[in-house]
């Protein structure tokens, strides 16, 4: 992989893991447009690195945030902070379950099957549509709240369904305040993409022959840079609700995979 496919994969890892319009699905539709030789595919490394570029730019954005829960939680009182340290763990319970006994059968799905990715790139569409039209509210995020956007995060792994986009929407479907469903969508991500990291090294599945670092380090600084705008840019639009240009975005994208699909 040379250096500018790893930063064209940089920036649409980075923008499109925030915003609702699937990062998966995208880079799917790019190797199939593009072809295999034009945009090689991402070697489990680069992936890795990528996943950890937008987490750390999740981290830097709410960073704040990060650290008055740890502190509150470190307390060791049953308080607001340990609460939503407890939410978020009960959160990653299905994406768990779903990476350690479907991991085969999720990585099958991820051989070009842009079918797949057009018709779930529709139905993100629709979580957008209608989460768009939703009442905003105070409500915070329950405990079976939490389980419930859990199982949409790992509904989510599916490539052409946004992780943001179906967690945000099932969590403003479910009644919760809009900027306090984006926050909740972000932070359940970061220990997800950091115990897949340390499964990953422990597994011995790393390699760092053949490795050109000078393309790694591009692919994760426009991960990281692109991560840190579209993430401030998505709570904005959440709280002014403007989901339903990307509800039209993915729709249309949708429908030209579809197509495209078909024809080939």
């Known amino acids: 992989m040379d250096t500018l496919d790893a930063i064209i994969l940089g920036i649409i890892q980075g923008l499109t893991e925030f915003l609702p319009v699937s990062s998966s699905g995208h880079l799917e539709l790019g190797k199939a447009i593009l072809g295999d030789h034009?945009?090689?595919?991402?070697?489990?490394?680069?992936?890795?690195?990528?996943?950890?570029?937008?987490?750390?730019?999740?981290?830097?954005?709410?960073?704040?945030?990060?650290?008055?829960?740890?502190?509150?939680?470190l307390k060791f009182q049953w308080n607001d902070d340990l609460q939503f340290v407890a939410k978020i763990v009960i959160s990653m319970i299905p994406a768990v379950i779903v990476g350690l006994?479907?991991?085969?059968?999720?990585?099958?799905?991820?051989g070009g099957n842009i079918l797949l990715v057009g018709a779930m790139l529709i139905v993100t569409g629709i979580l957008l549509f209608l989460a768009d039209k939703a009442k905003n509210t105070g409500k915070p995020?329950?405990?079976?709240?939490?389980?419930?956007?859990?199982?949409?995060?790992?509904i989510a792994m599916l490539p052409g369904i946004s992780r943001s986009g179906a967690t945000i929407s099932t969590?403003?479907?479910?009644?919760?305040?809009?900027?306090?469903?984006?926050?909740?969508?972000?932070?359940?991500?970061?220990?997800?993409?950091?115990?897949?990291?340390?499964?990953?090294?422990l597994g011995g599945e790393l390699s760092l022959e053949s490795t050109n670092i000078t393309a790694l380090s591009a692919g994760f600084i426009a991960a990281f840079i692109c991560g840190l705008f579209a993430c401030t840019w998505m709570i904005a639009l959440v709280k002014k609700s403007k989901l339903s240009y990307f509800a039209i975005y993915c729709a249309i994208v949708g429908c030209i995979a579809i197509a495209f699909s078909l024809v080939n």
Do not use: C, Y
């Open 38 to 73: 034009s945009v090689p595919e991402e070697s489990l490394l680069f992936t890795v690195v990528l996943h950890f570029a937008t987490a750390l730019s999740t981290i830097v954005i709410f960073r704040k945030d990060i650290l008055d829960i740890a502190k509150g939680a």
């Open 171 to 201: 969590s403003v479907l479910l009644g919760n305040d809009k900027t306090k469903a984006a926050r909740f969508s972000f932070l359940m991500v970061v220990p997800l993409i950091f115990g897949k990291i340390a499964k990953d090294i």
């Open 141 to 154: 995020v329950s405990f079976s709240n939490a389980f419930v956007i859990g199982i949409s995060q790992a």
């Open 101 to 110: 006994f479907f991991e085969e059968q999720l990585e099958a799905l991820f």
